[in-house]
C-alpha cells in the first residue's frame, strides 16, 4: 500500500467571469436577459468577461494518516483545493491522486439530498462510501447520539437548521470510517460546545491512523491538530512544511498588509452620540520609546468634549487585540473604580501597567469613552502599536506560539530535594 494518501501536481483551476453581470431571480429579469441576448445575436456587444486563477500550480503530498491543515486569507483558494480533491470540481489544469476513499465536509448543504431525510442520507453516504448495509447499521446509533439530531432523523433535511444539519454531516463524516477527511471550517456554524466535541473526535480519528486535510483560520486549533500545513495566497503555495513554521508565515503575512488605520479626525465607522470624542491614542513606554516586553508602558487618550463645560462622570475602556483580532487584554477606569468626575472639556487620560506582557509584534486597539453612562465615542481598531523584544539591558527567551501564546508573566523555578517524609511515602 501507498505511503502517500494524496498527491496534487501542478492544480490548477481557472473561471470566467462577467463582468457587470447580475443574477435574475425573477422573472422579469429573466425576459429581460433574453431580450439582451437577442439584441447581442443582431449586432450589439457582449457583455465583457473575465478569467481568473483560483488554484496555480499548487502541488504537495499528504501521507497515510497525516493531519495536514491548509491556511490562508479569505479568497486564497482554500475551498476550492478541497472541491478539487473531493471530485467536486474538475481542476483546469495538472491532477490529483486520491489513494483511499474519502469523506468530505465542506460547505452546508454539499453531500446530502435535501429530499431525503436524515436517515436516508446516513446510508447514502455510507453506500457512497463503498460501505455494506450491516457496516452503517453498526454505525447508526453512534452517528445519531454525536450529532443529537434523533427527533428529526425521519424529517427531510432541507428542514433541517443549519446547525442540525452541520452536526449530522460532520458525524456521517466522522464515523462511516472514510481513509481519508476532509474538511473545511464548516464547523464555524455550530456552537462553541459542538466545536469542541468535533475536535476531540477529529483527534480520535487521526489517532487511528487515518488522514485528514483540515481547513481553517483558527491558528490555535490548526497548531494543535495538525502536523503540517500549506499557506495559500492568491491560489498559489507560499509556504509547506512544518505547522509552527508555516503559521508562523501567516501570522508575519498578516502583520505586513495591516493597513494603519486612518487619522481618529478622519474616522467616520465610530459609534456614539458624539457629545465627547477621542482624538488620540498613544503608547510607549515610561522612557517614551516603544513599547518593550515585560517593561512599563503608558497608554494615552486625549478626548475633547463638545458644547460642555464639564462631562458628569467620564468612562473609558481600551481593548487590546493581536493581529487575528483576538482580544488578548482590556483596561477601564470602572474595573478599578477610577470613572473621572466632573471632568474638563478637554483632556489626556493615561492608564499605566508596570509590567508589559505582550509578546513582540503588533497590536490593535479598540476604544471607547462613555458620557455620564452614554455612550459617547467608541471606535473599533482606532490604532496600532507596536511590541519590542526584552526588557532594557535584558533579552526575554520566547517559547513557541502554541505554548507560550500572547503574554508573558513574571515567574520563578525552584528545585528542591525531597524531604524524608516524601521518600517514606514514595517507598524508597
Known sequence: MSEIAIRAEKLSKQYTISIGSRRHDTLRDQIVEGLKALARRNGHPRPRRETFWALQDVSFEVKRGEVMGIIGPNGSGKSTLLKVLSRITEPTTGQAEIHGRVGSLLEVGTGFHQELTGRENIYLNGAILGMKKAEIDRKFDEILAFAGVERFIDTPVKRYSSGMYVRLAFSVAAHLEPEILLVDEVLAVGDAAFQRKCLG????????????????????????????????????????????????????????????????????????????????????????????????????????????????????AIRVKDVLGNSVFGCSTAMTNSDFFDAPPKGRISCRLDHLPLVPGRYWIDLKMLDTDNLADHITNAATFDVVDGTAGRTLNYLSPEWGGSVTVPHEWCLQSPLATDEEESGA
Not at 294 to 305: D, F, K, P, S
Open 201 to 316: 473526535k477529529l483527534r480520535d480519528v487521526t489517532a487511528q491512523g487515518r488522514t485528514v486535510v483540515f481547513v481553517s483560520h483558527n491558528m490555535a486549533v490548526v497548531r494543535n491538530l495538525c502536523s503540517r500545513a500549506l499557506l495559500l495566497q492568491s491560489g498559489q503555495v507560499r509556504a509547506a512544511g512544518e505547522t509552527e513554521h508555516v503559521v508562523q508565515r501567516y501570522l508575519e503575512a498578516a502583520y505586513d498588509h495591516q493597513t494603519t488605520p486612518l487619522p481618529l479626525s478622519e474616522r467616520t465607522d465610530r459609534l456614539g452620540s458624539g457629545t465627547v470624542r477621542i482624538v488620540s491614542f498613544n503608547a510607549h513606554s515610561y522612557e517614551g520609546e516603544l513599547p518593550r516586553t515585560g517593561a512599563g508602558i503608558e497608554l494615552e487618550v486625549r478626548y475633547v468634549a463638545l458644547e460642555k463645560e464639564t462631562i458628569g462622570k467620564l468612562f473609558l
